[in-house]
Structure formats: C-alpha cells, structure tokens
C-alpha cells in the first residue's frame, strides 16, 4: 500500500506526497525494537484509540487517574504498548511523568517506548492530513518481514526528558533563535532510526524560516501555535 | 513562543491571548479563518472542516487554505512528540519567555506542572 493523495480536496505538494509514502514505508518495515508488523499494528492501535470506550471516559474525566480500566485493543500488542498508543493519541495533554514511569515499569523499555512514539506520531501527522483533505485513513502499512536492529545508541545523557536523550555537540544558538539541534530533534534520538521516520514525514510540512507556502511564516506560527494550545502543549 | 518571534521578524501584531483560547481578534490576516479551520483539525469534526474550508476558499484561496491544513497536521503530530517524551524547552526559549509564559498560562502546559496536577 502507499500513499497518494489521490481525490484529496486539494492536492498536497509532492514533496509531501512522497514524503508520507516513505514515512508509510518504513513503518512497514522492521524498526530497531519492533518488528514491521508490530509497528503497522501500532498504527492500527492509534487508530482504534479513538473507538475505546476507556479511552472516551478518561477523556472526559476532570483527572485521566480518575478512570480505570482497561483498553479496547484490537491487536496483539503487549497492554503497556497498548496504553501509550491510546493515551498518546487520545489524551496527550495530560501525560505525566507518573504514567510514564508506570508505562516504563509496567514491561517496555525506554528505548522501545520511543520507538513506539515516532511511529504513532508519524501515523497521526499522515492520518490527520488524510482527514484535513476529506479522504479515508490509508490501508495500513504492508508489514515486511525482517528482525529488529536491536542497536544501542551511545552517549546518552539526562537532561530533563523523561527518556534519555543524545548528548548535544554543539549548543549554540542558529538564527531561529533556537539551537542548531533543538530539543524536539532530540526528543527520540535514543533510538536514531526514530527522528529518522517521524521527520521524514514531518519536514514537508513546516520550516522555521523560509516557508515558501500560500500562508505567511507568521501564519504558519499561528496555526502551529494554536495546535499546541489546543493539545496542551508546553513545547 | 514561537509566534512571537516570528510575529517580530515579520512585523505582525499578533495577539497571543488569542493563540491561547482562540478568543478574540488574533491581530493575523485571515486569523479568523485560520483559527476555524485548526479547531474543526483537531476537534475531528469533518462537518465544521468542511464549513470553515469553504467558507476561508473564497477569503485565502485553494491553496493558503491547503497550506494552514498542511501546518496544522504536522503539529497534531509534534506537540505528541513533545508530550509523550517530556522535553523540556531550550534554554534560550525559556530564558525568553518565562514573563510571557506566565502571563499567558502557558505554565499551567509545564510537564512538572501536569504531574502534579493529575497525580
């Protein structure tokens, strides 16, 4: 299966149009602590996050710690994957560091946890495009058989994530303002294969300076700004 | 935060209580229209989508409106990267911001904050 964008209410630039195709691709295939088919379920399992009878309770709860219970899964995923897929997408303003470490303790890894959030969060960026064009969710991805890398990145520190993330070379600040590497590159780094994916469906979207879009950069900041309001974003 | 930069660099008077609740006039062209087509994204709701694009066709035109779409779907994206992993904000951002941050309630977002709230 991949991704064409064909019927959309407005056709997407190419750029995009490949970008998510490869994104869609290398989610099929094996990651380094999943395999393909775990990360196709995964984004099966994001999907079905919106249909979960616990997920809409916790939802509309004053506290998501308020609701037990368990999820609606439709895949074998192990139930700690299950809970971050759905609470990832369902309820992301409300993640806390406790969940996390609950998540953590109750049988993931770190490292499998980030590689589970580059792929979720890739599938919700080309999922929402989709919607916004007034087209159905693409058929999942096609699973490729294959082992996961199982490779350890190194010289990984603590620097206030909740995961560790990679040193930073060089700290000083580009012409954004921000530094060369930011954070949120950073963010999944502890598995490098995970910002791989996650960008390269991200890129074709937003830059920080030089947008050459129908809307302005001060626009762009604006809906970018008002998606992370939305979603109770402090980043 | 970011707006704000960019609101500088390109001589916008953004209004950022705006960006926050979505409450009065953002100060942006077509603000109006960009904030109704980003609620209907990430409310889910293809109806009010499909309203708030047609109505912002004629206004922005095909593609700045497939533009604001585009922008939008790779936030819903992000901020989930940001949100599941903790990040903190960089340094230079959160030397920048700390009055503004805490003018606007973007505080009450800090994943410190979060934990304690919902602990």
Known sequence: MTIDYAGARYTPRQELIEGHADAWRMIGAAGTWWTGAQRRDMVAEARNAWRCANCASRKDALSPNAVSGEHTACTTLPAPAVNAIHRIVTDPGRLTRAWFDDVIASGITNAQYVELVSVVATSVIIDTMHAALALDPPALPTAVAGEPSRSLEADLVDEGAWVPIKRRPDASASDTGLPRDPNIRRAMSMVSAAPMLFFRAFMPHYRLQGLQFAISQGQAEFVASRVSALNQCFY | ?119
């Open chain 2, 1 to 119: 935060m970011l707006l704000r930069a960019s609101g500088e660099q390109t001589g916008d008077d953004v209004n950022l209580e705006a960006v926050i609740d979505g409450s009065g006039m953002p100060g942006i062209r077509w603000g109006r229209e960009l904030n109704r087509i980003v609620e209907a994204v990430i409310a889910r709701d293809a109806a009010a989508l499909d309203e708030s694009c047609s109505a912002a066709e004629p206004i922005m035109g095909d593609d700045a409106v497939r533009d604001a779409l585009v922008v939008a779907a790779a936030f819903n994206g992000i901020t989930r990267v940001a949100d599941a992993t903790g990040i903190p904000l960089d340094e230079p951002t959160a030397a920048a911001t700390g009055a503004l941050r805490s003018q606007l309630g973007i505080d009450a977002f800090d994943y410190d904050a979060k934990s304690q709230r919902y602990a």
